[in-house]
């Protein structure tokens, strides 16, 4: 890859979870796929090393929904079966349509939220996975709930309630029961 700025945005294809270092060892343990299909992607891990349920207003707008399901990966885990093809990109900061990290990423045609991607993890969206059965579904149970003071429907499930995200600053613990 050369200096070229235009050429530099494009490294990203080249590696995860747009393209493994090793497409034919990837280790295909789950599939997600979006609503319509075009998007596909693998991991090679039966559970990711975090989920959370996230009850913030960003979340809330841009998923439609009362809060977002997200598992947090490595992005060495994760391969889509095509790169970046049939993906957009949005950058809730700036507002642009760029892969400009940390960004979410959404089918181009179905519009499904696949992923927000960072710097070195996904979180991604678990209502994509196709589990063969409850015990596999299970492994994604959430942990805990983020930006829970937002929140537009209580879940007392026993796991920590966060008022923003886990265990930082001035993030406080709510009662489980209000
Ligand atoms: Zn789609
Ligand atoms: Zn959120």
Request: glycine share 6%; charged share 25%.
């Amino acid at each position: 890859m050369g200096d070229n700025p235009a050429t530099r945005q494009e490294d990203f294809l080249q590696k995860p979870p747009y393209r493994a270092a090793d497409p034919a060892a990837f280790n295909k343990k789950l599939q997600g796929s979006c609503h319509c299909g075009r998007v596909k992607y693998w991991l090679n891990k039966d559970q990711p090393l975090n989920a959370k349920f996230c009850h913030c207003r960003g979340c809330q707008v841009m998923h439609g929904a009362p809060f977002q399901w997200a598992a947090i990966f490595h992005k060495e885990d994760m391969m889509f079966e095509k790169g970046a093809e049939d993906l957009v990109f949005y950058q809730s900061e700036s507002r642009h349509l760029e892969h400009e990290l940390p960004c979410k990423a959404s089918c181009s045609h179905c519009r499904t939220p696949i992923m927000d991607e960072g710097r070195n993890m996904v979180l991604l969206f678990p209502t994509l996975i196709k589990f063969a059965g409850q015990k596999e579904r299970d492994l994604f149970s959430v942990k805990c709930h983020i930006f829970y003071s937002q929140r537009v429907v209580d879940i007392p499930d026993g796991t920590p309630k966060w008022t923003g995200l886990d265990g930082e600053g001035k993030s406080k613990l709510l009662d489980d029961l209000p």
